[in-house]
């Protein structure tokens, strides 16, 4: 009845070396922050869906931005306009809109692809929007240019310097977390999702990060994607509770 | 032409069709039931219940192998008290709910039974007696025919209800155990349960799951579990409910034909969360072509075929 | 920067190299000899052999299955007087040769060392008492310790050279098995020989293969060997050959890792001819990138990281 | 050092509803009857690599002309132009030309597919050909003017009359048996192995049939492909001791 889709593709482009961008007809209703899975095989190898978040999404366009990173990814690139492609979503939590006046948005590496949906978000909702961009390098500053035109502060941070500070993005981004009534929105790796969770509790900042577990059913019924939460006797699902969640919520010892 | 009987009739109950999600792979339905109608199941089995509320494994729980995968979930359930809400609502869909029973003891045991006897939403306990992921001695009632004939006894006189009993396939001879259970009063046995299994990550040069090991399920453990239910339902006269790696209708019919009268689907769920309705289609289409009146006459056929 | 050295030492034998095909999957050599040069092996493990030739199990003896296959070949095989030309031939390619030994008792495993035992190109006997396919008790000698012991104590008196044992994985307590070979005076053991499996034909409803059953290998069975190696490796004190389900490097690292001192490579020759060189360099690559002077750093490397 | 081969596709055709012929640059030297162990996917489902007999092969071409019947001929059928396929041979053993004048050669089906390369041997070696081709109906009968062209007699059937004669093949071949001294040659179905054995038997014909077996290794080394052979102790290999084998040796009871 739901949530269930065979989406065709529209088109499948390398936005940078590794990087995709795929185009499905048909729009899915996400929120920001949601993620669909993906069957990236008629057979049973890989055996699991591959969960990818929700770019960007319109009325009757889905985009995902993705890393080829294992042979899921692969099997995800290798597909063509014209194929159709099997996915369940929207699935799992999504960023709040809060009543502060303007957000801090942290982005590390490819976990800049939901995020793009989440400026679109807070741009709608007339929100005065910072965005650090952090990445290996330029090459994987990924689509600058259309994150750029969404926000009013744009920084982008590299490891090697290649583009913007040579500096960690939380580094860059400590000086916002410290001066804006904002509230803080993050993905990227773990260590960089701690780090920005430590500074909006510095800072006293209400921060919602966008977790990533292995999932298996994506929906909620395996128990298998689960991270510890605050405060809870039982584990958190990371595809229903989740993806999104509270800072502190997830990131308190 | 009529379209084929699809019923089936298992430790008493008796089933629409003889499709039903596996314990574990399902939750208490409600994930699942966005995706389709859950009266078109046989009966809907549910995760692991013990008596006490249950955290589970640490994580990581999950990792993905070849044509399947391992997991080490460590029972996570609500406890049988607030259990019953989700069965009593699950209920709703007038299917047959059968709950899967866990615990580390006898007692443990008989407290989810006690805990929950009195609601007519249940229709027959699932006995996990096999679980490979709880380290307190779960595994240890599943591979000692004594002891498994001893539980399943003292469990007989605990409910009315029927009692399916489900066996671990990390033994020797698990006919052993099959007739133990039947000895000690099991209406019905499901197998099988997860391989014990692992992985490494060469990476972190460490094991994948928090717990060491975890339990294989899915298409890869097929040929074993196929086994498995072609040797129990040899070796006792209680019906078999089989399971593991059944990913869609042409699975299903080699576990029917092997001898199991219903069928069991878990970790194919995930990878497609209509495998259980379009089993049940593809059974009833394979019947009709065939020409067979009711599924009950493929049971065991190629066993009969077999000299 | 310098090469790692990749040789390690099972039972006495001196291996250039940690990777060897597995029994059944390589038959003499002579089959892999055109694909590459077979001195990049570890070594060579070649079919099981009986004393007397060995027509084997009637076809179908294959069967493909969701990432792995079934297989019933019933050791098939020259019978010992014929395979010591095979195996002199073999030698001439310098890589020791371990000769995979059946036998359905004590007296024909015996009689085919004595037939053998002269050969200076036999480097070790891998003694098969495992194998699923054989029904005249194969089987038995696998899941009995103190059967296993007895065997191996014989065994033992029979011959100089070095003897591994091979294990079946169809066991409750495979560490119990592998205590009892270590007991008998085993200098190795290999794990994991097939697990028992079937398949059924559901158009012509009947099993696939003429012999019911058959034994289940390739990636599918890569988790529940991996879990062995590792409970193995913690129970005895002598070297493990891991195999089950390995297809290349990161693969063979794993099981390293979990233990074992080499590794063998069965069904996934059949995948891809140079799996067993390109295995090796796989393992070479992977030592010089990490920084590892040695194969044997990363043996059981996961079980140090594991508190 | 020998024997695997990846090689670029040139075409991929659909011949008929169903049956697909691929052109492979680069030749393999394989003779009539031989065949290759294709690898149809990347992944380990699914695991074997399947058999394809060589169609038709010159110094720079491998041709194989083959029917899509399950999971793994379909992934083969889904590879495009342009695209590397895996492949051992040539394997197994072949037709073998003898002194006689004429020979008579039946398909069954896609059994066709490596008697076309038998056909263009045996005009080269200047043999009198008569070419019985029996298929379920038209469109099953593939390649048929590519077919005619290469022999001096060419018949078909069909079992429900849609081209030739409503016949099975055996029943229209059986004259040719009875008054040409010659050799016979036939791939198809069993039991018109089995009938075309019998027939070159009564008739006193040398007979050669190709067959068909669950392959793994494909190369000899695993002995699962066997079939039980007329007066030897061992079952011998489909993939090295055939798939060409002299009638008599294989169909004896
Ligand atoms: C809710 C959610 C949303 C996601 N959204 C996106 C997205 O928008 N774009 C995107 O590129 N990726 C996203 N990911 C990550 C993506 O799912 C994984 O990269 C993908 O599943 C890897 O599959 P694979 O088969 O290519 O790699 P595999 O072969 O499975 O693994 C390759 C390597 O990647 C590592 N890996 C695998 N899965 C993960 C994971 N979930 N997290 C971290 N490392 C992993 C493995 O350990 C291994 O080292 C998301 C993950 C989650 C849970
Ligand atoms: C030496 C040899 C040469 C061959 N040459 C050709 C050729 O030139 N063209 C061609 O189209 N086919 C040929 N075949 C048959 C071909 O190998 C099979 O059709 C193919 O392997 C089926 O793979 P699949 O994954 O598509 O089907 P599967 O999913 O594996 O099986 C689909 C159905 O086909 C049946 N099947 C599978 N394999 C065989 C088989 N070997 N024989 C009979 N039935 C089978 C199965 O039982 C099942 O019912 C040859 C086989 C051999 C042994
Ligand atoms: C994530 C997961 C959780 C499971 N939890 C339970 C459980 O709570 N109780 C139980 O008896 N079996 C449990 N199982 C085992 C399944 O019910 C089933 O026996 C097994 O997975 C084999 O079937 P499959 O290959 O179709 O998954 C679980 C399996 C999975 C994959
Ligand atoms: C076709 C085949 C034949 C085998 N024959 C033997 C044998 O003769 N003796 C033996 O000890 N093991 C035999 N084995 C088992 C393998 O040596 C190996 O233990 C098992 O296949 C697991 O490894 P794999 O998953 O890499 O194949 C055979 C396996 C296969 C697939
Ligand atoms: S992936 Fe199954 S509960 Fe989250
Ligand atoms: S397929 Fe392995 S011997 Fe023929």
């Known amino acids: ?18 990087y995709q961008r795929l185009t499905l007809a ?74 502060r006046p303007s957000a801090v948005v942290v982005a590390g590496g490819i976990g800049a692809a939901p995020l793009y949906c989440l400026l679109q978000a807070l741009k709608q909702a007339g929100k005065q929007v910072s965005f650090f961009y952090g ?23 590299t490891d090697d310097g290649s583009a913007g500070t040579r500096a960690v993005v939380t580094q860059l981004a400590t000086p916002a977390f410290a001066s804006l009534d904002a509230t803080v929105y993050a993905c990227g790796p773990s260590p960089m999702l ?11 900042r209400s921060c919602f990060v966008s977790l990533e577990a ?12 689960v991270v510890p939460v605050k405060g809870q006797e039982q584990y958190r699902r990371v595809c229903v509770d989740g993806p999104v969640f509270a800072a502190g919520e997830v990131f308190f010892c | 032409m009529l379209s084929p009987d699809l019923t089936v009739k298992i430790a008493g109950v008796v089933l629409a069709n003889p499709v039903m999600p596996a314990s574990g792979c399902f939750g208490y339905g409600e994930e699942y039931a966005p995706f389709f109608d859950l009266r078109r199941l046989g009966a809907i089995v549910v995760k692991g219940t013990t008596a006490e509320p249950c955290a589970g494994n640490p994580p990581p729980r999950l990792a993905e192998t070849p044509g399947g995968m391992l997991n080490a979930i460590g029972l996570q359930n609500p406890g049988a008290v607030a259990a019953r809400e989700k069965i009593s609502a699950l209920w709703q869909s007038s299917v047959p709910v059968i709950v899967n029973v866990s615990g580390h ?13 009195d609601l007519a939403a249940v229709a027959a306990y699932e006995i996990n007696i096999s679980c490979p992921n709880v380290k307190a001695g779960g595994m240890a009632f599943g591979t000692d025919p004594a002891v498994v004939a001893g539980l399943v006894r003292e469990l007989r006189g605990a409910t009315k209800k029927p ?12 006919t052993a155990i099959a007739r133990a259970a039947e000895e000690g009063g099991a209406d019905a046995l499901s197998l099988i349960n997860t391989l014990l299994g692992m992985a490494i990550d060469i990476e972190r040069r460490r094991p994948v799951l928090a717990n060491l090991t975890g339990g294989l399920s899915g298409p890869a453990i097929k040929p ?59 059974i009833s289409d394979y019947l009709a072509e065939h020409g067979f009146a009711s599924v009950k006459e493929i049971v065991g056929l190629a066993k009969k075929e077999w000299s």
Chains 1, 4 share one sequence.
Not at chain 1, 53 to 73: A, F, M, N, Q
Not at chain 1, 135 to 154: G, I, K
Not at chain 1, 194 to 204: F, K, N, P
Not at chain 2, 105 to 117: F, G, N, T
Request: aromatic share 6%; net charge neutral; with cysteine.
């Open chain 1, 1 to 18: 009845m739901l949530k269930l889709h065979k989406l065709k593709i529209i088109k499948q482009e390398l936005v940078a070396p590794g």
């Open chain 1, 26 to 99: 048909g729009g899915i209703a996400a929120l920001a922050g949601q993620f669909v899975q993906v069957r990236v095989s008629e057979t049973c190898d890989p055996f699991l869906r591959r969960p990818i978040s929700v770019h960007h999404c319109t009325e009757d366009r889905l985009v995902l931005l993705y890393r080829t990173v294992g042979r899921g990814t692969a099997l995800l690139a290798a597909k063509k306009a014209g194929e159709t492609l099997d996915l369940l979503g929207p699935l799992g939590s999504s960023f709040p809109l809060t009543d």
């Open chain 1, 135 to 157: 990445a290996r390098n330029q090459a994987e500053l990924l689509l600058r240019d259309e994150y750029r035109a969404l926000v009013a502060n744009y920084s982008e941070a």
């Open chain 1, 194 to 204: 701690r780090e920005v969770a430590r500074l909006a509790d510095y800072y006293g």
């Open chain 1, 214 to 225: 292995q999932l298996a059913c994506g929906v909620g019924a395996c128990l298998g994607c």
């Open chain 2, 105 to 117: 003891s006898a007692a443990q045991y008989r407290d989810v039974i006690e805990l929950l006897d």
């Open chain 2, 163 to 174: 009692l399916i009993i489900k066996l671990s396939p990390n033994v020797t001879d698990i």
């Open chain 2, 224 to 282: 074993v579990a196929l086994r498995m239910v072609w040797q129990v339902t040899s070796a006792v006269e209680i019906p078999v409910i089989g399971m593991g790696g059944i990913s869609g209708a042409r699975d299903a019919l080699e576990f029917l034909m092997a001898g199991a009268s219903a069928v069991a689907i878990g970790a194919a769920n995930f990878t497609n969360p209509l495998v259980c309705p379009e089993t049940v289609e593809g």
